[in-house]
């Protein structure tokens, strides 16, 4: 057998060069194809590279101009009338101002309730605002608290501290606890530096004062109990029933919370603004001599924060140049 083998004759060069030119003419074409293709995607995508940034600057509004502003009125058993203001953002839709202010508590002192009391400072008095007329909150007696700096000019050593709490309801319906802190003192001829009581003179001690709380509480209204808060009357009466146990100083109610109240009767609300059961109305020339200071207030919603304003009395400039 005979093999034939024919050999391939070999490409010419020009053969080659013209494919692969061929091949180089096709990347550049498909490489600019595609950066033609890329450029305008990114200019359709982004809409901001050719029209600038979007909007201009916002206007700035105050947030007070969409305010408005509503007063305190006090109940009964404080002197003083008008004690301060708050505001409400105004009606927009289903949010009545009105009913939005209603339940608020506001945090007051008895100095700024009561005419002639800067000695009270330290008392603090909540009030619940329970009714809206007009610009006017009709607000009533929430509860009681003391400020820390007064509790510990208290607190000494070489003396107990016996503290106590009882709930009672008054006669109007109002269920409360109080709280009540008291310290031990020397007696008359001691020379003994200190004056420790023993535990069951504390147990009785702590015996007395709740059974003091509870009758004055139970046998007296609402009203009738925050004269005897403001007079500290409870307070003497523990010294004085106590004495013969150990001798007693600075025994004062600590504290008040209204656990309950009798239901919402407008009526007997109105009894307690009524201005004729108001011993002293606040006059024209004293309201001159008012400024504005801002006092804490709880919220009741997370996300919404409120401002509440009180006024005190302004320092006179003739005393300062003095």
């Known amino acids: 057998f005979f093999f ?9 060069t020009q053969s080659r060069s013209s494919a692969a030119s061929d091949v180089y003419k096709r990347q550049v074409s498909t490489q600019s194809t595609w950066g033609q293709k890329s450029s305008e995607m990114t200019i359709g ?6 029209r600038g940034k979007k909007g201009g ?7 007070l101009s969409r305010k408005e502003w509503f007063e305190f009125r006090a109940p009964v058993p404080f002197e003083k009338r008008f004690f301060g203001k708050t505001c ?3 009606t927009t839709g289903q949010k009545i101002a009105s009913e939005v ?7 007051a002192t008895l100095a700024d309730l009561n005419n002639n009391a800067d000695n009270l400072a330290w008392r603090k ?10 610009r006017n909150c009709l607000t009533n007696f929430h509860g009681m608290d003391t400020t820390r700096d007064k ?5 000494r050593k070489w003396q107990t501290m016996i503290e106590a709490w009882v709930e009672a309801k008054t006669l109007d319906g109002y269920v409360l606890r109080l709280f009540c802190t008291g310290f031990t003192t020397k007696g008359p001829n001691q020379r003994k530096r200190t004056s420790y009581a023993r535990h069951s003179q504390v147990k009785q001690i702590r015996r007395k004062m709740m059974d003091i709380m509870t009758k004055e509480v139970t046998t007296s209204t609402i009203t009738e109990l925050i004269k005897k808060f403001n007079t500290e009357s409870i307070g003497e009466q523990i010294e004085t029933a106590c004495k013969q146990i150990y001798p007693l100083q600075n025994v004062i109610v600590r504290k008040v919370k209204t656990l309950r109240k009798p239901k919402g009767d407008i009526g007997k609300l109105q009894e ?3 201005e004729r059961n108001m011993p002293a109305i606040l006059e024209e020339d004293e309201a001159k001599n008012l400024s504005l200071i801002h006092i804490s207030e709880p919220t009741r919603q997370a996300e919404i924060s409120y401002a509440v304003f009180c006024l005190k009395k302004k320092k006179n400039s003739n005393s300062l140049q003095h």
């Open 151 to 155: 509790l510990c000019q208290f607190i």
């Open 101 to 107: 202010i209603k339940g608020r508590v506001v945090e």
């Open 125 to 134: 008095i909540k009030l619940q605002i329970e009714d809206v007329q007009g």
């Open 57 to 63: 600057k916002k206007k700035t509004i105050d947030p």
């Open 4 to 12: 034939l083998m024919i050999r391939r004759p070999p490409r010419s």
């Open 88 to 90: 409400v953002t105004r």
């Open 45 to 50: 995508k982004n809409k901001r590279i050719s």
């Open 272 to 274: 307690l603004h009524d």
